[in-house]
């Protein structure tokens, strides 16, 4: 019996699952980020190749034994000159051609709907929307950290330390923001946050994404600023949603389904109130769902469709049991 192998790349991890022919669960691993600008091709090579043979060992089988892989990776389809390299790492990997390269964007789509029509937002590292809607698809946000990704971790944390910034040196009122930063980062005085953030290593795009909780705990305690970023980062995503529901050409009166996916959404009301309030100011026509799949279920759903033409019923209520702990 051969196997779907699907491949969820993020900005902070990467999750492996395999699964067999009628959707068990028999293997996943989870590693680090496969963020090609950030690890470098050979360093996204190397990842991809111990996860893949990771799950594969776990079950004593080979690469040849699976049938397609779908491998969802950040960025993927942002530089054409990049792509046509991502588009080649599997093979080295896999031995063989049996899978498809896509943006990871599509692993929350899948699972968050579990392949259905309908539009997915993802907001974790970076964020992202993407949808399909008979036989259409469309993309929304996911221009990268340095101009985009508006409502993402890494967003609201370089929200979070600018107001930090500013109630440092007294444009805001210190609210609880400081006090947390300094204390979550043991600061002596708050310009030392420069050398913790520039002076100790590269800032990396997880590492400074994962100052967003920071934010959030400001945000628990009423700082008002910290209560504005979520609000802004609601709009944003509510946004990024709307563009593609215009992009699908939904109907005025149409439902839409729309789910979401990605870390920062685990913060639940913070973002979810903002989120939905901003939606239905565009539209009173969405119909949010919590996520029916993990994204990485969702790109072995993707695999499934790739390899099978059609995801039956029956696979997806067999995806939906535990997933064996990584070994």
């Known amino acids: ?52 043979h990771a799950v594969l060992e776990q079950v004593g089988t080979t690469a040849a034994d699976v049938d397609h892989a779908f491998f969802g990776l950040p960025a993927y389809g942002e530089d054409s000159t990049a792509e046509a390299m991502l588009d080649v790492v599997p093979e080295a990997v896999l031995g063989h051609r049996r899978y498809t390269c896509g943006n990871d964007m599509i692993c929350g789509w899948a699972g968050s709907l579990g392949g259905a029509d309908g539009i997915n937002i993802v907001a974790g590292t970076g964020s992202i929307g993407y949808g399909e809607r008979q036989g259409l698809s469309a993309r929304g946000g996911g221009w990268g950290e340095v101009f985009s990704d508006e409502g993402s971790a890494h967003w609201i944390a370089i929200s979070g330390l600018n107001a930090f910034s500013r109630m440092g040196d007294g444009r805001l009122t210190k609210g609880p923001l400081y006090d947390i930063f300094m204390q979550a980062m043991d600061l002596k005085n708050d310009l030392d946050i420069c050398g913790h953030v520039f002076g100790r290593e590269t800032p990396s795009r997880d590492r400074i994404a994962a100052m967003s909780k920071l934010v959030a705990e400001a945000a628990e305690q009423g700082d008002r600023v910290a209560l ?100």
Not at 312 to 318: D, Q
């Open 1 to 52: 019996m051969g196997y779907l192998l699907g491949v969820d790349g993020g900005g902070t991890k990467t999750e492996f699952v395999l699964v067999d022919q009628g959707g068990r669960v028999v293997a996943s691993h989870q590693t680090g980020t496969s963020y090609y600008i950030q690890i470098g091709f050979d360093g996204l090579h190397e990842l991809l190749s111990q996860g893949v």
């Open 228 to 327: 504005r970023i979520f609000d802004s980062a609601g709009y944003e995503l509510a946004a990024i949603v709307d563009a593609i529901r215009l992009n699908l050409h939904y109907g005025a009166d149409e439902p839409v389904a729309l789910s979401y996916s990605g870390g920062v959404f685990r913060c639940g009301a913070l973002i979810l109130e903002p989120f939905r309030r901003h939606l239905n100011s565009f539209s009173m026509m969405y119909d949010v769902r919590a996520p029916l799949y993990s994204p990485a279920i969702g790109s072995v759903i993707f695999a499934a469709r790739k390899s099978l033409g059609e995801v039956r019923p029956e696979f997806l209520e067999a995806l939906a049991k535990p997933v064996p702990a990584s070994s």
